[in-house]
Every structure is written in C-alpha cells, then in structure tokens.
Nanobody, 124 residues
C-alpha cells in the first residue's frame, strides 16, 4: 500500500521560512518523479515543484522560483519543500505527489499517488 504523508504546515508570517516533508512508504522515491502541488481555497490544484526521476535539475513554477527548493532523501524515502520568503499568496494546502515516470508532469491529473495535504497559512 502506497502512502504519502505530508507534514510541516503551519501559520507563519510573511517573509518567514518553512520546510514541508513528505514521508513515503510503499514505493521508492528514487524510482518515481516526485512533486509538490498546492491548492488555495476556492482554487484548482496547481503545480509548485518537481524532481525528475533520472535528472538532478528540479523544475519550479514561476511563482516560486528562487524562493522554494525541492529535494529528496532516498535513504529516508522522504521529499522536502523548503519555502523561503513566504508571501500571503503562498497560503494553501500543499500536496505531495508521485508519478511513475522519468520526467513527471506539471498536471495534477497525471499524478499516480497523492498525500492528504498539509495546510500553510501566511499572515501579512
């Protein structure tokens, strides 16, 4: 059984930093493209960042480039999202996703597995 469990979300102030974690079981993150998505209230789920399975260079949404960093620890089978310089518009539920693909995708509909999400709130 595949499980993705996000943690680390909380209330922060604008400008603060936060690190989200996604602990994975039932699959090896080294064999999947891993990504982070977010969904604000009343909005659709959107791409944030992804790690390709076979390449080290990550991919980011324009809105987070230069502020967010995605990484993974294969030994711990965990994916991280370091978020710096948080803005009120970053407030959302953040989801971890896995795709059985070398490159992965920016489209939520193409992900194979999802976590339950972790809430990030940013006060101005």
């Amino acid at each position: 059984q595949v499980q993705l469990v996000e943690s680390g979300g909380r209330l922060v102030q604008a400008g603060d930093s936060l690190r989200l974690s996604c602990a994975v079981s039932g699959l090896a993150v080294s064999n999947y493209a891993m990504g982070w998505f977010r969904q604000a209230a009343g909005d659709e789920r959107k791409f944030v960042a992804r790690l390709f399975r076979d390449y080290d260079t990550p991919d980011y949404a324009d809105s987070v480039t230069g502020r967010f960093t995605i990484s993974k620890d294969n030994a711990k089978n965990t994916v991280y999202l370091q978020m710096n310089g948080l803005k009120p518009e970053d407030a959302a539920t953040y989801y971890c996703a896995a795709q059985n693909s070398a490159f992965g995708s920016r489209f939520p509909s193409q992900q194979d597995y999802w976590g339950q999400g972790t809430q990030v709130t940013v006060s101005s």
